[in-house]
């Protein structure tokens, strides 16, 4: 069985650093890209961008672009979500998901909290 | 980059209603489109894959068709699990978009 667990909730101020975690399991990690997106009350899904875990190709949305870096650790089967200098915009719920061939993302984590504030 | 509006953005129907939900695409995606359901507190889930496939394990209510630029998404007969806010999503082309989604209650 497929499984994305994500780390837990976080609460950070404005400025600080933070890399969030998506372990996956119950599949070849090197063989599939991980999608990040991001959910902000009353704004919706937002599509991050997507990494391929085998050789860490990226492609990111230009929304998130220079924002945010992803990174996969294939020795330990797990993608992260990293922020140099968080924002209060940044504040949200970021979920990592797998496609199932290309698009079509079947599996996701749990999500992680993100509250950013002074 | 493709932008994808739904329409409408918020809909209440009664228990057992046909529900339907639309997706226009600012440009030709093909059949590269999937529906997702989204509840609070949970991960979206995948309900239609290449926009008329019924993903495994979903209900045969849900139904999807369309291809190019106009999309439909549909409940034959809603029920109360449903509430929830559905999300079309392309995948032609970088970068991936989602529409801004439509919430579902029931009236």
């Known amino acids: 069985e497929v499984q994305l667990v994500q780390s837990g909730a976080e609460v950070k101020k404005p400025g600080e650093s933070l890399k969030i975690s998506c372990k996956a399991s119950?599949?070849?990690?090197?063989?599939?890209?991980i999608a990040w997106v991001r959910q902000v009350p009353g704004k919706g899904l937002e599509w991050m961008g997507i990494?391929?875990?085998?050789?860490?190709?990226?492609r990111y949305s230009p929304s998130f672009q220079g924002l945010v870096t992803f990174s996969a650790d294939k020795s330990i089967n797990t993608a992260y979500l990293h922020w140099n200098s968080l924002q209060v915009s940044d504040s949200g719920i970021y979920f990592c998901?797998?496609?199932?061939?290309?698009?079509?993302?079947?599996?996701w984590g749990q999500g992680t909290q993100v509250t950013v504030s002074s | 980059d493709i932008q994808l509006t739904q329409s409408p953005s918020s809909l209440s129907a009664f228990v057992g209603d046909r529900v339907t939900i639309s997706c226009l695409a600012s440009?030709?995606?093909?059949?590269?489109l999937h529906w997702y359901q989204h509840k609070p507190g949970k991960a979206p889930k995948l309900l239609i894959y290449?926009?008329?496939n019924l993903e495994e394990g979903v209900p045969s209510r849900f139904s999807g068709s369309g291809s190019g630029t106009h999309f439909t998404f549909t409940i034959s007969s809603l029920q109360p699990e449903d509430i929830a806010t559905y999300y079309c999503?392309?995948?032609?082309?970088?970068?991936?978009?989602f529409g801004q989604g439509t919430k579902v209650e029931i009236k």
């Open positions: 998901a797998r496609p199932k061939k290309v698009g079509e993302l079947d599996s």
């Open positions: 119950g599949y070849i990690f090197a063989d599939y890209w």
């Open positions: 990494l391929f875990s085998g050789d860490s190709d990226i």
């Open positions: 440009q030709d995606v093909g059949a590269y």
């Open positions: 290449d926009a008329s």
């Open positions: 999503q392309q995948y032609d082309d970088l970068p991936w978009a």
